[in-house]
Nanobody, 121 residues
Framework: QVRLVESGGGLEHPGGSLRLSCAAS????????MRWYRQAPGKERELVAT???????NYADSVKGRFGVSRDGAENTMYLQMNSLKPEDTAIYYC???????????????WGKGTLVTVSS
């Protein structure tokens, strides 16, 4: 059974920084693309950042220049470094990944349960 577990959320002041982690566990053969999504109160879930297995990255316009996504292949972990935080970054942040696991040996899409980030003075 594959699991994605997010951590690192919390309360931060505007202009501050947080680092989120997403740890994948289970009978993992390989991980393709990994993504961070977020959902603010009363809004739809939106894609924040993507990182491919080769390390290519893509960001939503709203976070470009402030957020950085990275991954540690050996640890099956993805990170989101969030700098210059704004109140509008307040949301539940979800990890999403395309994972090949045993015994299926084909890629399936998985979600974590999310971690809450609150940016407020």
């Amino acid at each position: 059974q594959v699991r994605l577990v997010e951590s690192g959320g919390g309360l931060e002041h505007p202009g501050g920084s947080l680092r989120l982690s997403c740890a994948a566990s289970g009978s993992i053969v390989s991980i393709n693309a990994m993504r961070w999504y977020r959902q603010a109160p009363g809004k739809e879930r939106e894609l924040v950042a993507t990182i491919t297995s080769g390390g290519g990255t893509n960001y939503a316009d709203s976070v470009k220049g402030r957020f950085g996504v990275s991954r540690d292949g050996a640890e099956n972990t993805m990170y989101l470094q969030m700098n210059s935080l704004k109140p509008e970054d307040t949301a539940i942040y979800y990890c999403n990944a395309d994972i090949i696991s045993s015994p299926a040996f084909y890629a399936m899409n998985y979600w974590g349960k999310g971690t809450l980030v609150t940016v407020s003075s």
